[in-house]
Each structure stands twice: as structure tokens, then as C-alpha cells.
């Protein structure tokens, strides 16, 4: 298994870009999502786009292929829904073992197919783990700001899920991202602990926030500041934001994260802001001058794309970042 440590002294390593982005090129209906298997269930599926990867494999299989050869290093599992939680909109929480488990294993069969063929890049995989779509230290409700639609320790429970069928299924990183309640990935970075400790192995981690507006805060209410020093007490490989704004809105707050940090830096942002129809119009070619003035100021070690980005869009990026040094990492104590 190659070192990632050594890599990420050696070069900038590129994420890939947006599963959804790609998905909805395939336009896909009802009964695709259904497939064989869930042909009889009593709920709709259209829109759960995990379940692609129990019914629609070779499609997904597909997304990571174009991803590779756009140049990613990094490949991220389909499962940013796969936790009990957010599969409870459609009644799946039983099937979530087998969504990062056949998730994870898709990916990693086409990692391990472009490593073969070029041994000196090789591929990783990462397991992707979303915020879910509940909130642990914010109330729904604002008549009841005591009020909690979900506890840390029914988090935790469902992150170890996770967790483990993402690590039996092949993933090589757990990437806990998008991350607006820094409480919530508090409890998934709290059973990725528990599972390494019960398995006596040492996994990376990468943790990536969302800044969720002009404020410059996550939607929690953190700074950039206080959110790395709110998960620094747990080892990490390295530490960014993605998704909800563009490349260059993102740049002051690497800018904080790049001083301030041990870890490597990360960073996919959207393709710009959604246009009123919630599309990305950002060219690949906008995006990478955008992504420009992260490498010029040597503030990223991995780099990628989240919403509306594209195959083309990592082309465009993995080109320009190869001209340029990673940022100096003083110390990872982490590799695979």
C-alpha cells in the first residue's frame, strides 16, 4: 500500500469532484433507483442517490472511472447519506451495512484498476461520511431553542455503522465532510476512535467544514479558527472546507487553516454559487484560475471539487496543480 504521507510532501493531491453533478447526467427514473431488488418497496426512491450503488453499480463504477482518468488520486464512496439517520426519509435504515459496504468496494475496484495500470499515482480510497440531516447542537425549531432533533450518542451509534462497513468494504481514508454542526462530527470522529481502538488499526482522517455564508462561519456559528482548534484533539491527515461556496470566497479561510495548522490542508469547493435555477455555470477553466491563488500562496495539499463539478472541472484543476509545490507540511503523524 503506498505511504500517502510521503505523496503529500511530494505533490498536491487531487480529490475528485461531485457524484450528484454526475449522476443527474444519467437521468435516471423511479424504477432505476428500484432496480430488481427493491422493485416491490412501498416508498418512493427516486432522489436517494446511495442506493445507486446497490442498483446501479456499473453506473457509479462509471463516475469514478472518469474521475480517475481526469486525474484524481483521492476517490470519494457514494455514501454521503448512508448513515441510519438520513436513510430513515426512506425507510432503508436496515440497509445501510450494505450501501457503504458495496459503496466502498466499487470504488476501490477502480482505484486499484487505475493503480495497476499507473503504479507511480497510485488511487485512494475515501469513505465518505456526511453531516446527516440532523443537527445535534442547534434546534429545529424556534419556539423550542432547548429542543434537539437528535442526541451525540444516536450519532455515534450510527457513524460506527458506517464507520465499519466503509473500512470491511475497502475504504483507505474516512473523510468526515461538509461538516456544519462541528458537534455531529465530534460523534462520527469519536466511533472512527472507537473503531480503530476495537480493531487495533490506524486509519487517516480527513475533516472537511462548510462555511455556510459571507459571515465566515459554519452554520454552528464557528469561525475557521475555532473550528480547527474544536477538533484538533483527535489525529488527523488533514483539515479543509467544501461545498457551499465557490473557489474564491474560499481563500481566507485556508488562509486561517494554513497558519494555524500541523495537518495538511484540503479544499473542493463548489463550481462558483447556484444560479437561480440551483445549477453551477462555472467553467472548468474558471474554476481552475480560481484555484490558482491557492497553490501561488501554497495553501493546499489536497484539492478537489464538491457541487457542480465535473470530470472536467478535476481535468482543469489536477493540470494547473501540477506546475506547483504542495504546501509545507511540518509534521503528519498519520499514513497508510
Request: glycine fraction near 6%; hydrophobic fraction near 40%.
Amino acid at each position: 500500500m503506498a505511504n500517502i504521507q510521503k505523496i503529500l510532501k511530494e505533490r498536491i493531491l487531487i480529490l475528485d469532484g461531485a457524484m450528484g453533478t454526475m449522476l443527474q447526467r444519467y437521468k435516471f427514473e423511479e424504477a432505476d433507483f428500484r432496480g430488481e431488488r427493491f422493485k416491490e418497496w412501498e416508498h418512493p426512491l427516486q432522489g436517494n442517490n446511495d442506493l445507486l450503488s446497490l442498483t446501479q453499480p456499473e453506473a457509479i463504477a462509471e463516475v469514478h472511472r472518469k474521475y480517475c482518468a481526469a486525474g484524481a488520486d483521492i476517490l470519494e464512496t457514494n455514501t454521503f447519506s448512508s448513515t441510519t439517520i438520513a436513510m430513515a426519509d426512506y425507510y432503508m435504515e436496515e440497509l445501510v451495512y450494505d450501501l457503504n459496504f458495496e459503496s466502498a468496494r466499487i470504488a476501490k475496484s477502480v482505484a486499484d484498476e487505475f493503480t495497476a495500470k499507473e503504479p507511480l499515482k497510485p488511487r485512494f480510497v475515501a469513505g465518505s461520511i456526511g453531516p446527516t440531516n440532523k443537527t445535534a447542537s442547534m434546534s429545529p425549531d424556534v419556539n423550542d431553542p432547548g429542543f434537539r432533533a437528535i442526541s451525540f450518542e444516536e450519532l455515534r451509534v450510527a457513524y460506527k455503522q458506517q464507520v465499519e462497513a466503509l473500512l470491511d468494504g475497502g475504504a483507505d481514508i474516512l473523510l468526515v465532510e461538509t461538516i456544519f454542526d462541528t458537534l455531529n462530527a465530534k460523534a462520527a470522529l469519536f466511533a472512527i476512535e472507537e473503531v480503530k481502538e476495537e480493531r487495533s488499526i490506524d486509519v487517516p482522517i480527513m475533516v472537511s467544514g462548510t462555511i455556510t455564508d459571507a459571515s465566515g462561519r459554519t452554520l454552528s456559528g464557528q469561525t475557521a479558527e475555532a473550528f480547527l482548534i474544536s477538533i484538533s484533539h483527535i489525529p488527523v491527515l488533514s483539515v479543509g472546507f467544501n461545498c457551499a461556496l465557490g473557489a474564491d470566497q474560499l481563500v481566507p479561510h485556508l488562509e486561517v487553516l494554513s497558519k494555524r495548522t500541523d495537518y495538511a490542508v484540503s479544499a473542493h469547493p463548489n463550481a462558483g454559487l447556484p444560479n437561480a435555477f440551483g445549477e453551477y455555470d462555472e467553467t472548468p477553466e474558471q474554476m481552475a484560475e480560481q484555484i490558482k491563488e491557492y497553490v501561488e500562496k501554497g495553501l493546499v495539499n489536497i484539492v478537489g471539487g464538491c457541487c457542480g463539478t465535473t470530470p472536467e472541472h478535476i481535468t482543469a484543476i489536477a493540470q494547473l496543480v501540477k506546475e506547483y509545490k504542495p504546501r509545507t507540511i511540518k509534521k503528519i503523524s498519520i499514513s497508510v
